[in-house]
Structure formats: C-alpha cells, structure tokens
T-cell receptor, first 122, second 114 residues
Framework: GAVVSQHPSRVICKSGTSVKIECRSL??????MFWYRQFPKQSLMLMAT?????????EQGVEKDKFLINHASLTLSTLTVTSAHPEDSSFYIC??????????????????FGAGTRLSVL | DQQVKQNSPSLSVQEGRISILNCDYT??????FLWYKKYPAEGPTFLIS?????DKNEDGRFTVFLNKSAKHLSLHIVPSQPGDSAVYFC?????????????FGQGTRLTINP
C-alpha cells in the first residue's frame, strides 16, 4: 500500500486562483518532507524542503511567496500555489523521508514519494 | 549543470533476459545512491539503494553496482519481467548545510518485451 498519500491527483484551475496540494505520510512520522516539480520528459527538480515546525527551505530560483509550504504536523505538509498562472502547470510530487532508526519494513532514511499532482492552469 | 546523468532515454529488453540501466555522476560528495521506478501518473517507488562505501547491493532480482573511481552506477534486473516496464530514475544523495538533498537523473524508460 501507499506510504505517502498526495491529494488531489489532478486539478484544473483558472488563472489567478490558488491551489492547495496535501502530502501525508501514512506509515511514519516525517520531520522532513520534500516538494518536487517535474516538467515533461525531464527529471524531478527539488523545489523546497519542508521542515516540521519551522520554515521551509527553498531551492534557488523558487519563489517562496508563490509556493507556500506549511508543515504543521509530523504527517502533513501542504503546498499552495498562489495566484496560479499557465506557466505553473506541471506535475508536482511530494516525498517524506523515513526515520533513520526504528522498527518496521520500510527502508531507513529513504524518501518515499506520493503519487503526484497534475496541475493545469487555464 | 546536470550532476546525475542517465544517457539512455530508453531501453528494450526481452523477457527473461538481464536489464542493465546505467547512471553517471560528477559530484564526488554524493554519499548515497538510489534507484526509483516510476509508472505513468504515479510517484517514484523506491527500489534499492547503495552507500558510497560499498560497491554492490543486492535485493532479489535487483542488484546495484557502484564504481566510485568511474563515478558510475548501474542497476541490474534479472530475470526481467513485463511488470518491470517503467521509467527508472537514479538519484544521488548529498548533504548540504545539514540537509539531505536528492539529485535525480533524467530517467530511462525500460520496456520488457514478451
């Protein structure tokens, strides 16, 4: 079963609206979660690192006021694309890093990914 | 600057034979390497990883080899099965200012032919 849940899987919105994407860690508590973006036929590009209880760390070139990240609990991080425009249309994927120690079948200190969200801005 | 490269965008292998997926990297500071498998409209699924201090890690049909001097790693799948058809991404882990970051290759689309 899924280790990380991401919703919605697809969203179509009008230009100028805001879209919120949720990422939930189902099998472990994740102090660190990550948000990626993937353009067609390209690799996953890290947008930001989401830290529980503190501000997200954004990669160079990623607008923090455009892509708001909230990591309010150990199992939930949200990405809000504010005032979305057609150029924001992309595939957004989140991941959660499994604990370095502990019991269970999951590999330790590995990023587990959600199913992704296809955002289309009209 | 593409630090992790998968030079083969696609690979076609007959069912039952060995699939070999390759990945090259440039940054000697990478300390961990991972392979992910991705189906269309889904997120990447973790397959196997290897620490930079090892040269081989095996898990069932999947084996990852690391050649640090050549900055090259490969994923071997044997025997290949139709369900292995997917896009495979290699990723390299780097610790920057205390935070782990993954750098992904462009992916290789593997097709297993019956």
């Amino acid at each position: 079963g899924a280790v990380v849940s991401q919703h919605p899987s697809r969203v179509i919105c009008k230009s100028g609206t805001s879209v919120k994407i949720e990422c939930r860690s189902l099998d472990f508590q994740a102090t660190t979660m990550f948000w990626y973006r993937q353009f067609p036929k390209q690799s996953l590009m890290l947008m930001a690192t989401s830290n529980e209880g503190s501000k997200a760390t954004y990669e160079q070139g990623v607008e923090k006021d455009k892509f708001l990240i909230n990591h309010a609990s150990l199992t939930l991080s949200t990405l809000t694309v504010t005032s979305a425009h057609p150029e924001d249309s992309s595939f957004y994927i989140c991941s959660a890093r499994s604990p370095r120690q502990g019991k269970g079948a999951l590999a330790k200190n590995i990023q587990y990914f959600g199913a992704g969200t296809r955002l289309s801005v009209l | 600057d593409q630090q992790v490269k998968q030079n083969s965008p696609s690979l076609s292998v007959q069912e039952g034979r060995i699939s070999i997926l390759n990945c090259d990297y440039t940054n000697s500071m990478f300390d961990y390497f991972l392979w992910y498998k991705k189906y269309p409209a889904e997120g990447p699924t973790f397959l196997i990883s290897i620490s930079s201090i090892k040269d081989k890690n095996e898990d069932g049909r999947f084996t990852v080899f690391l050649n640090k001097s050549a900055k090259h790693l490969s994923l071997h799948i044997v025997p290949s099965q139709p369900g292995d058809s997917a896009v495979y991404f290699c990723a390299a882990s780097l610790i920057i200012q205390g935070a782990q970051k993954l750098v992904f290759g462009q992916g290789t689309r593997l097709t297993i032919n019956p």
